[in-house]
């Protein structure tokens, strides 16, 4: 639709899960603010440990892979949106790098590879909504380690959300380098506690001199786990020595919203 004689408001509506495009590839970045991010310490020193190549699925735009590429780590990236990997090639050409990377689901993946570790951050892993994908997707990344490899997998309970569903309200908001335009994303969440699945709309908004342009929404689930039941889960598809830890700091312990990092070994 035209919004005056020279401004133009596009509309894209998306329904998939794994849908990373759009304004949502674009501004993905611009959430995170600048480094060191919150879990960056804790993966290199992890990745670092371990030796050899390490993988991270879902690496996105490469908030994690392009800086441990710079500072020497080995990495490999692999990910669902070609939109994300493309950006992800642009920032590491930026600083001198070409990254490795694969445009894979990871409940699909298939490297001839194999690492030393694989890891998943932000709690990327929980966009796998089904059950049974959840589970091949762990056989997955069992099969792509090396004996004795490590996995490292972050996961979250949106306990904050029970409290606040079906209102729709501002979840970040950002201004885009490039143009000054100022970015909102309105979310909604109802959550199936029996089934631990939430549903989650969001809306993405562009504002130039007061005037929307542009607006994108995006619906998509997420399923959480609760710490024994993942563990299990880890176990019964071969996965021994596995451990949890509660966020990334002593004071992370005590806060029931902390990532849960779930470390297991092959």
């Known amino acids: 639709m035209v919004l005056g004689s020279k401004h133009q408001m596009d509309t894209i509506r998306t329904t998939s899960d794994w849908d990373y495009r759009g304004l949502v590839a674009e501004c993905y970045d611009l959430w995170f603010g600048d480094e060191p991010f919150w879990d ?9 440990h371990n030796g050899g190549v390490a993988l991270e699925i879902a690496c996105g735009t490469g908030r994690l892979l392009v800086p441990f590429l710079r500072d020497g780590l080995a990495v490999e990236g692999v990910d669902a949106s070609e939109e994300m990997l493309a950006i992800c090639r642009t920032k590491a050409a930026q600083v001198g790098l070409t990254p490795t990377l694969y445009h894979q689901f990871m409940q699909d993946l298939d490297l001839a590879s194999r690492y030393h570790t694989v890891f998943i951050p ?81 809306r993405y908004e562009v504002f130039k001199e007061g005037r929307l342009v542009q607006t994108q929404l995006r619906t998509h689930r997420l399923r959480w786990y609760h710490r024994h039941e993942f563990a299990m889960m880890l176990e019964s598809v071969g996965f021994r020595e596995v451990s949890v830890q509660c966020g990334y700091t002593a004071s992370d312990k005590a806060n029931p919203e902390a990532e849960w990092i779930f470390i297991a070994r092959r």
């Open 122 to 202: 932000a709690c990327s892993f929980q966009i796998v909504a089904e059950r049974d994908e959840a589970f091949t997707a762990l056989r997955r990344f069992y099969m792509q380690l090396a004996q004795g490899g490590e996995l490292l997998i972050t996961l979250m309970v949106p306990w904050r959300d029970f409290g606040a569903e079906r209102h729709w309200r501002l979840r970040r908001s950002a201004v885009r380098p490039s143009d000054g335009a100022t970015i909102l994303i309105h979310e909604a969440t109802v959550s199936e506690r029996v089934e631990q699945l939430q549903h989650i709309w969001m």
């Open 40 to 48: 960056q310490t804790f993966f290199q020193e992890r990745i670092r």
